[in-house]
């Protein structure tokens, strides 16, 4: 950071857990101010905003995106709202970082993407598993993989729980397998043409897709296998597990992406790399570089859209039975 680095005012919409995640990280970096914490629980907001002596709470987002102070703002609500605080974003200039998936379907999303684009604003997906060291060690150890395999298999969620809700969070699938096909899409640095799928409701009461199991194309020919699902954490490997194979060898990473094992091809032995959960604080850093104008995103709107059209997709081969191209889609 150049001593002529300005305070970046930021606000975050949204105080629930990832609000105070963002904070948190928020916190630890220099000239960085937390100005405005808005909630429509105005209580949750107050609660973030105790803790920051600068800072002010809100119930009402236009506080945030009139206060010409603000050079950047977090939206960190519940799924369904972000369209609506994206689009109030951009016609309020303000840069934002949006909590993955960045609307329900692609569709939203495009519509996100062109106003940022037609504003000429910087903005960056939360997709924070582009943001460890780890799964960049992966990349550079496997750098073309022909197969990727990347599983997020959580416990069973609650019934209750929002993001369950097709309506509000738009089930486990699209919520958290939202992760699993952008790493398929960063890890094989290449753009998915085509996907087959096979998945449905099998116990959630909300009626929501609970399980799919994909198999996409990419245009380098690479083929990425994406398994989603809610019925139990594997013992042994954890929630998200990502293994690559290719020219190099085969990577395994496992336990949470903090445990990497790679096996170099025609070696004996393997070799093993301790890392940690580093991507929010990462994340969190490359957006407030983005902010500053230093720095291309990594994470960008284009790629939120390109990992919501993969799922989009693949739910759409789960319904038809027939593979299903991505590539008409894009238009
Ligand atoms: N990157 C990750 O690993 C990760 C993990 C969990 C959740 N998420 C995403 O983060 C987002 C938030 O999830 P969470 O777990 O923090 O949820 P949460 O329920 O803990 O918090 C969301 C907060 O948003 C508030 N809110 C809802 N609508 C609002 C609006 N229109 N204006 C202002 N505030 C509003 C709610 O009152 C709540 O306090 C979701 O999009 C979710 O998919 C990302």
């Known amino acids: 950071m150049s001593k002529n680095d300005k305070t970046i005012n930021i606000a975050i919409i949204g ?68 369209l609506q605080l994206c689009l109030a974003a951009a016609r309020a200039r303000k840069p934002i970082l949006v909590e993955k998936p960045v609307t329900l379907c692609s569709t939203g999303t495009l519509e996100v993407m062109r106003a940022f684009q037609q504003a000429q604003l910087p903005a960056m997906v939360g997709f924070k598993f582009r943001f460890y060291s780890l799964v960049h060690c992966a990349r550079a150890l ?7 395999h990347v599983q997020v298999m959580d416990d069973p969620w609650p019934p209750d729980f929002w993001a369950n809700d097709i309506a509000k969070g738009g089930g486990n699938v699209i919520s958290q397998g939202i992760h699993g096909a952008d790493l398929l899409r960063f890890l094989s640095g290449s753009e998915p043409r085509s996907v087959f799928a096979v998945g449905k409701n099998y116990h959630q009461p909300t009626g929501v897709i609970d399980h799919l199991s994909a198999v996409y194309r990419f245009a380098n020919d690479a083929a990425g296998t994406l398994i989603v699902g809610d019925s139990g954490q594997p013992p042994g490997l954890g929630k ?43 994340e969190n ?42 590539a008409s889609r894009h238009e």
Not at 17 to 27: E, I, K, Q, T, Y
Not at 35 to 50: K, Y
Request: aromatic share 10%; net charge negative; proline share 4%.
């Open 240 to 282: 998200f597990l990502v293994q690559l194979f290719g020219r190099e060898g085969v990577v395994v990473l496992s336990d949470r992406l903090t445990r990497l094992a790679f096996h170099p091809v025609g070696r004996e032995e393997v070799q093993y790399r301790q890392g940690e959960e580093d991507g929010f604080i990462n």
């Open 15 to 82: 105080c629930g857990d990832m609000g105070r995640m963002h904070s948190d990280c928020l916190a630890q970096m220099e000239s960085v101010r937390l100005l405005w914490f808005c909630d429509t629980d105005l209580a949750q907001a107050a609660s973030l905003a105790q803790r920051y002596p600068e800072s002010r709470p809100t119930a009402s987002a236009e506080d945030v995106f009139a206060d010409p102070r603000v050079h950047a703002v977090y939206i960190a609500t519940q799924t369904d709202s972000h």
């Open 142 to 148: 496997v750098s073309a993989p022909y197969s990727i």
């Open 285 to 326: 850093r490359a957006f407030i570089q983005l902010v500053r104008g230093y720095a291309a995103p990594d994470s960008s709107l284009y790629e939120g859209f390109l990992s919501q059209l993969m799922i989009d997709a693949a739910l759409a081969s789960a319904q038809s039975r027939q593979v299903e191209s991505l």
